[in-house]
Nanobody, 125 residues
Framework: QVQLVESGGGLVQAGGSLRLSCTVS????????MGWFRQAPGKEREFVAA????????LYADSVKGRFTISRDNVQNTVYLQMNSLKLEDTGVYYC??????????????????WGQGTQVTVSS
């Protein structure tokens, strides 16, 4: 059974930082591309970042480029999202997800086969 478990969400002031973690079990993590998505209230779930199985290729949404960093530890079967300079508009539920699709499909929600339950991030003014 595949499980993706996110942690690290919480309440933070604008300009602050958070690091999200997602620990994966039930699949061969080292051969799986991982991604982070988020969903704000009343909005569609949107792509945030993705990282290749080896960690050598990363992709970011324009809205988080330069502020967020995705990384992974293939020994710990964990993917991270370091979020700096947080803004009010970064508020939402953050989900990690696993995909076997090529990089051209990494930003597409439907390309991901497995999802975590999400962790809430709230940025306050």
């Amino acid at each position: 059974q595949v499980q993706l478990v996110e942690s690290g969400g919480g309440l933070v002031q604008a300009g602050g930082s958070l690091r999200l973690s997602c620990t994966v079990s039930g699949l061969t993590f080292s051969t799986t591309t991982m991604g982070w998505f988020r969903q704000a209230p009343g909005k569609e779930r949107e792509f945030v970042a993705a990282i290749s199985s080896s960690g050598t290729i990363t992709l970011y949404a324009d809205s988080v480029k330069g502020r967020f960093t995705i990384s992974r530890d293939n020994v710990q079967n964990t993917v991270y999202l370091q979020m700096n300079s947080l803004k009010l508009e970064d508020t939402g539920v953050y989900y990690c997800a696993a995909t076997y699709s090529p990089i051209t499909q990494w930003t597409t929600r439907g390309s991901y086969a497995y999802w975590g339950q999400g962790t809430q991030v709230t940025v306050s003014s």
